[in-house]
Each structure stands twice: as C-alpha cells, then as structure tokens.
C-alpha cells in the first residue's frame, strides 16, 4: 500500500509543477516572431495541466483598444488557445500579460510573463507598404508652429485623433487645434478648440474627472495661467476652466493618484521646489495647490 501510495504521488507531481505555479515553455506566436496577421489564433503552451479556469489569470490587452475579447479553449490541457472574437487592427500591438497575484480556484499560480505581437500592416492601401509606415497626410503650418502634439481618442468613435498647440510666436497666446482620426491611418483637417491659451509649451492628454473621456492639461513657460485643464464632454468639445494655478513655474508636469482617494493629482518642479497639486474637480475647485517639497 506505501508503495502504491508512493506511486500515485509521483504521478501527481508530474502532472502539476511544485507549489501549484505554473510556467509558459512555449506559444505562438513566439517571443521572437516580429508581426502576426490580423486574423491570428494564440496558443500558450505550460509545464503543466492547467486548472479550468486559467483564462481569469491572463491579461489580454490591445493598445489601440483595450481589452481584447475573445474565447479560450483547452483549459485543463497543458496548452490552451485564444482566439480572438474580431480580425485584429493592422498597426496596432497586442499583449498577453500573467496576473501574477492570481491563484485559481484550486490553488494554482501563474509565474509571471508577457507576450508582444504587432498586427502586420495597415488597412488602409496609401498609408502601408511592406508592413513600413509612410506619409499619407502632410499638414503645413502657414509659417507658424504646431507644436507638442497628444494622441488619443478624443470623440469615443473607437478611433486614435490627434491634439496640438499651435502658435505664431513664442510670446503670445496660442491655440488648441484636434484632428479626428478616420480609423484608416488618415485624419481629418485641424479644426480649432480653444484660443488665448497663455504662452504653451506642452500638453497631456488623460482622464482628470474619471468620467472615461479624455481631458487635456496644458503647461506654459511663461504669462499668467501656466497651468490649465480643458475638460472633455465625451464628443472632443473641450471646455476651458476657469480654475487656474497662476504660481507653477514649470515646464514638466507628471499624474498619479497620490492622495488616494481615485483621481489624479499633479505633481511638477521648477529649479527651487517640487509643487504637489490636489485634483478637486470634482468639487469644482480644479487642482489645488496641496503641499511643496524644496529642492535642498
């Protein structure tokens, strides 16, 4: 009976790698293969069974739209497929990421891994040639300069627009100009959001209110509001506030949720000091200036 007993553990090992984790050995595509077709199917290969609900481990994530959605196969088996409900985006990258903090209903874990795969090509004939990007679209700037442009979806159609600073000179106002993307590769001409925008010299585009949509904060380098935020309705209508921090002197500007309480904050320095701003919009008070750190 203890020989028995012996026996059926061993089998046991062999069939689930120590401590319950289990390790990707192979896929495909593979780690080395430069793009994938639009209509690819994945296939991630373990050192083990694995449990029949592995997928809820797996991050799969496109950078032009998010999660990826999809039906997985073969759970249970050592190796399971993916394959994608919609052709995926030419141009666009695709990554398989292990949730590293996730342990299955019967206790196994993933070690930690991440797959990258660029889709081949673009679908749009004048804008791809051999998987190589050329210039579809060229706008000129009548002799002035736009300058530090920001990518995102502005108007929730799905597709990637374009936001930039336009200026005549580097001592007056400038302009806030966006271009919607078509989704083919090519945009539509720049169309004017906002205007007087005090002496510009960088933008960003992220979320400030947590509504989903995509907002727009502006640095300058000079005049009386050098740190302003246009608030996005969902639609690419941007509405200036009216908010403003007139005392940050810098250039640079970073977010991150730093007070916790799940909206982002500000943090920026000049040569003197590290400014921290509080985000209050949504108490109508726009950033506030929380707390400075002096550079000694």
Same mark, same amino acid.
């Given at each position: 009976m203890l020989k028995r007993f012996f026996h059926l553990s061993t089998m046991l090992l062999a069939l689930h790698p120590a401590f319950g984790q289990l390790e990707l050995v192979s896929s495909d595509p593979s780690?080395?293969?430069?793009?994938?077709?639009?209509?690819?199917?994945?296939?991630?290969?373990?050192n083990g069974a694995t449990p029949l609900d592995v997928a809820d481990g797996i991050s799969i994530q496109s950078r032009m739209h998010g999660d990826v959605a999809g039906t997985w196969s073969g759970s249970g088996t050592a190796t399971i497929t993916f394959t994608p409900t919609e052709p995926l985006e030419g141009g666009d990258l695709v990554e398989f990421n292990a949730l590293t903090n996730w342990t299955s209903a019967t206790s196994e874990t993933l070690a930690g891994f991440r797959l990258a795969s660029r889709v081949t090509g673009l679908p749009h004939p004048t804008f791809s040639a051999n998987n190589f990007y050329v210039?579809?679209?060229?706008?000129?700037?009548?002799?002035?300069?736009?300058?530090?442009?920001?990518? +995102? @979806?502005?108007? #929730? %159609? $799905?597709?990637?627009?374009?936001?930039?600073?336009?200026?005549?000179?580097?001592?007056?106002?400038?302009?806030?100009?966006?271009?919607w993307g078509n989704g083919d590769g090519t945009f539509q001409a720049f169309t004017e959001q906002a205007n007087g925008i005090s002496q510009p010299h960088t933008v960003k585009s992220l979320d400030l209110e947590g509504d989903g949509d995509v907002d727009l904060v502006f640095l300058g380098y000079g005049g009386s509001h050098r740190f302003k935020w246009f608030l996005n309705d969902g639609s690419g209508n941007?509405?200036?506030?009216?908010?403003?921090?007139?005392?940050?002197?810098?250039?640079?500007?970073?977010? +991150? @949720?730093?007070? #916790? %309480? $799940?909206?982002l904050d500000a943090v920026t320095t000049d040569t003197q000091e590290v400014l921290i701003f509080e985000n209050r919009i949504d108490e109508g008070m726009g950033f506030t200036e929380a707390r400075s750190l002096t550079n000694d």
């Open positions: 780690r080395s293969q430069p793009s994938i077709p639009n209509e690819q199917v994945f296939t991630l290969t373990f210039v579809s679209q060229l706008w000129l700037n009548d002799s002035a300069a736009t300058k530090h442009i920001t990518v +995102a @979806d502005f108007n #929730g %159609d $799905g597709h990637l627009d374009v936001a930039g600073l336009y200026m005549e000179a580097n001592n007056i106002p400038g302009t806030l100009l966006t271009a941007f509405t200036v506030t009216d908010n403003t921090t007139e005392n940050n002197n810098s250039w640079y500007m970073d977010f +991150a @949720d730093l007070d #916790g %309480d $799940g909206d």
